[in-house]
């Protein structure tokens, strides 16, 4: 069984920037990424990097986040840049692992966005 726990949310006016992190109880053997659940809405997919380093973002966060990942530290990060109001939501981490087939979530953090 695999641990998500994810940090770095918070309040920020528009315009602004947050770093979320999220750290796995051990090592993913498959692709880590985030989602995020605007307020009233349905989960939706943010952005996921295989263990190779390929990186997949949803249109409207191209050129304003980054999703790193670090294999050694088990860690999954994104940092997001030019935040908008509309990035508001919980923000869960999410894990893949190949060898059991099970995908794994974090407890998600709270990222709110003022204008």
């Known amino acids: 069984q695999v641990q998500l726990v994810e940090s770095g949310g918070g309040l920020v006016q528009a315009g602004g920037s947050l770093r979320l992190s999220c750290a796995a109880s051990g090592t993913i053997t498959g692709s880590m990424g985030w989602y995020r659940q605007p307020p009233g809405d349905q989960r939706q997919f943010v952005a996921d990097i295989s263990r190779d380093g390929i990186t997949n973002y949803t249109d409207s966060v191209k050129g304003r986040f980054t999703i790193s990942r670090d294999n050694f530290k088990y860690t999954v990060d994104l940092q997001m840049n030019s935040l908008k109001p509309e990035d508001t939501g919980v923000y869960y981490c999410?894990?893949?692992?190949?060898?059991?087939?099970?995908?794994?979530w974090g407890q998600g953090t709270q990222v709110t966005v003022s204008s």
């Open positions: 999410n894990a893949y692992q190949y060898w059991s087939r099970k995908t794994y």
